[in-house]
């Protein structure tokens, strides 16, 4: 069974750094758009950041500059490298993967997900 395991959550102090990774077993990422959201207590699931084989990268306007995703097709897994971090990054964070997603930030597209790995960012 298709399975995405997510990893590298924690507690940080604002302007610190965390890398997430979701490593995938049962299928190969590399045709897949994958993509990373989050969902903060109280607030809807959001698109943070995509990568697709096809149309590249995608990032929500509130991590440009700051987030980066990236992937190691070798290693089947997906990163995210976030930097400069602040409370509102606060959320619960969750990797996903489509067929042909396009890269969408759209949560809709998806339907494979992980279980996420909490990231706590404090001022």
């Known amino acids: 069974q298709a399975q995405l395991v997510e990893s590298g959550g924690g507690s940080v102090q604002a302007g610190g750094s965390l890398r997430l990774s979701c490593t995938a077993s049962?299928?190969?990422?590399?045709?897949?758009?994958m993509a990373w959201f989050r969902r903060a207590p109280g607030k809807e699931r959001e698109g943070v950041a995509s990568i697709d084989q096809s149309v590249g990268y995608r990032y929500a306007d509130s991590v440009k500059g700051r987030f980066t995703i990236s992937a190691s097709y070798t290693q089947n897994t997906l990163y995210l490298q976030m930097n400069s971090l602040k409370p509102e990054d606060t959320a619960m964070y969750y990797c996903?993967?489509?067929?042909?997603?396009?890269?969408?930030?759209?949560?809709?597209?998806?339907?494979?997900w992980g279980q996420g790995t909490q990231v706590t960012v404090s001022s």
């Open positions: 996903a993967a489509a067929r042909y997603g396009r890269g969408s930030l759209n949560s809709y597209v998806y339907n494979k």
């Open positions: 049962e299928f190969a990422i590399e045709p897949y758009s």
